[in-house]
């Protein structure tokens, strides 16, 4: 599903990573974990296509997506790819529905199919009965929730977490991460997460230790 080549990544004289090499397989569930400042977020943002690398090949699916124009990368990152942050960037002016509903706007997918897909994935999130609620009438974990639906509305072949529960109580953490699981179970969707949290890591299949900019057995 991923796979990750010689990555490295410079801010003038700083060299935030060191050659990473990853490999991600489709239906995995990835955790990357280091001390802050290891370069966990900045591989995170270039394997999604948020950033560019500055050496290196990134392909997703059988495709070089950091050789893309940035209107290609864009499209791909629209319809092949789902983010989930630690802060949801919901937008407060809009319902859950509409929020999910966003991104399968923008693709340019038809409005009834993705309201209706939309309120699918939300019912099976578990608010069901909360769609037109604004962000600010609902929970920490149930706008995290419709944030994960938001990231899962274009069936995306892989979903990025970055500390996806870092901003969730501890119960709310825990239903999140089995959401994940849940959510592989159906779907056979691939996760790769950056987390520092022990208990999420544990869950997943595979754990990835980063330190000074590389990948450490």
Same mark, same amino acid.
């Given at each position: 599903?991923?796979?990750?080549? &010689? ?8 060299? +935030?990573?060191? #050659? ?6 489709? #239906? ?27 050496? #290196? ?5 059988? @495709? $070089? ?24 960037? /919901? *937008? %407060? ?8 509903? !966003? ?6 997918? $038809? ?13 099976? *999130? ?8 604004? %962000?600010?009438? /609902?929970? #920490? ?6 944030? +994960? ?6 069936? %995306? ?14 119960? &709310?953490?825990?239903?999140?991460? @089995? ?17 520092? &949290?022990?208990? /999420? ?5 595979? !754990? ?10």
């Amino acid at each position: 599903m991923l796979t990750a080549t &010689n990555i490295h990544k410079y801010y003038d004289q700083l060299w +935030v990573l060191k #050659g990473v090499d990853l490999t991600i397989k489709q #239906g995995e569930i990835a955790s990357i974990v280091g001390p802050s400042g290891s370069g966990k977020s900045t591989l995170l943002h270039i394997l999604g296509t948020l950033d560019q690398p500055s050496k #290196g090949e990134v392909m997703i699916n059988g @495709q $070089k997506i950091n050789f893309f124009a940035d209107k290609q990368v864009a499209a791909f990152r629209n319809h092949h790819i789902g983010f989930v942050f630690q802060f949801h960037h /919901l *937008l %407060p002016e809009f319902t859950a529905v509409e929020n999910v509903c !966003i991104p399968g706007w923008m693709a340019g997918r $038809k409005k009834k199919e993705v309201a209706e897909r939309a309120v699918q994935l939300l019912e099976m *999130l578990g608010l069901g009965s909360r769609l037109e609620n604004k %962000p600010n009438a /609902l929970s #920490g974990g149930e706008q995290q929730r419709v944030a +994960v639906a938001r990231a899962l509305i274009n069936n %995306p072949k892989i979903v990025f977490a970055d500390e996806p529960t870092g901003n969730l109580d501890s119960a &709310n953490a825990r239903e999140l991460h @089995q959401l994940f699981f849940d959510l592989r179970k159906q779907f056979n969707q691939t996760f790769l997460i950056v987390t520092h &949290n022990e208990e /999420l890591a544990q869950m997943s299949d595979r !754990i990835l230790h980063m330190r000074d900019g590389k990948m450490v057995i």
